[in-house]
T-cell receptor
Framework: AQSVAQPEDQVNVAEGNPLTVKCTYS??????LFWYVQYPNRGLQFLLK??????LVKGSYGFEAEFNKSQTSFHLKKPSALVSDSALYFC?????????????FGSGTQLTVLP | ETGVTQTPRHLVMGMTNKKSLKCEQH?????MYWYKQSAKKPLELMFV???????ENNSVPSRFSPECPNSSHLFLHLHTLQPEDSALYLC????????????????FGPGTRLLVL
């Protein structure tokens, strides 16, 4: 079975500071990893994904994520946080091993950027 | 906007009511999904349709009945719901439904906020 853990329910960071939202995963076989963001009263918006190749993936709105196979992690990062980045962030994983072809989501991390 | 629309955006219903949620995608995708999002919980995949055929049903109670008349439209028919069914119901679409390659990105609609009284 595949699973995703987002160990922090809430992350607070000051505007202008770097931010990190953590994600670890468990799959059999190669993982495909995704980050989505959800603003209040909205659906999920795709930010970035890791499929293969360079471990550092760049996505929308200045976000990036680093795939670390040995630590089974895919943390989301941004060098300088904006107040408008405040939202709920979801990590998701998919593996093509066995029958687990669908996305499995984490429980989400609420990011609050303080002015 | 992502190209996936959902109506209504908000719905309040009694436990004896029958209602339907509608999803439409304008992306030319062939797979559509229903998810349930409850507070503090991961998204729960409910149903998957590929080329109008249901390919996954994650042990969803029969009071939820999906319908996919074509690749662009997806419905979720609701009847005799329980208060614990109150949640945000999200529709998503993707090009091929994960059947070919794990690289596919799913695109989500804004959701329907459902309250069951």
């Amino acid at each position: 079975a595949q699973s995703v853990a987002q160990p922090e329910d809430q992350v607070n960071v000051a505007e202008g500071n770097p931010l990190t939202v953590k994600c670890t995963y468990s799959v059999s076989g190669n993982p495909y990893l995704f980050w989505y963001v959800q603003y209040p009263n909205r659906g999920l918006q795709f930010l970035l994904k890791y499929i293969t190749g360079d471990n550092l993936v760049k996505g929308s709105y200045g976000f990036e994520a680093e795939f670390n196979k040995s630590q089974t992690s895919f943390h989301l990062k941004k060098p300088s946080a904006l107040v408008s980045d405040s939202a709920l962030y979801f990590c998701a994983v998919r593996s093509l091993s066995g029958s687990a072809r669908q996305l499995t989501f984490g429980s989400g991390t609420q990011l609050t950027v303080l002015p | 906007e992502t190209g996936v629309t959902q109506t209504p955006r908000h719905l309040v219903m009694g436990m004896t009511n029958k209602k339907s949620l509608k999803c439409e995608q304008h992306l030319g995708h062939n797979a559509m999904y229903w998810y349930k999002q409850s507070a503090k919980k991961p998204l729960e995949l409910m149903f998957v349709y590929n080329f109008k055929e249901q390919t996954e049903n994650n042990s969803v109670p029969s009071r939820f009945s999906p319908e996919c008349p074509n690749s662009s439209h997806l419905f979720l028919h609701l009847h005799t719901l329980q208060p614990e069914d109150s949640a945000l119901y999200l529709c998503a679409s993707s090009p091929l439904g994960g059947l070919q390659g794990g690289q596919e990105t799913q695109y989500f609609g804004p959701g329907t906020r459902l309250l069951v009284l």
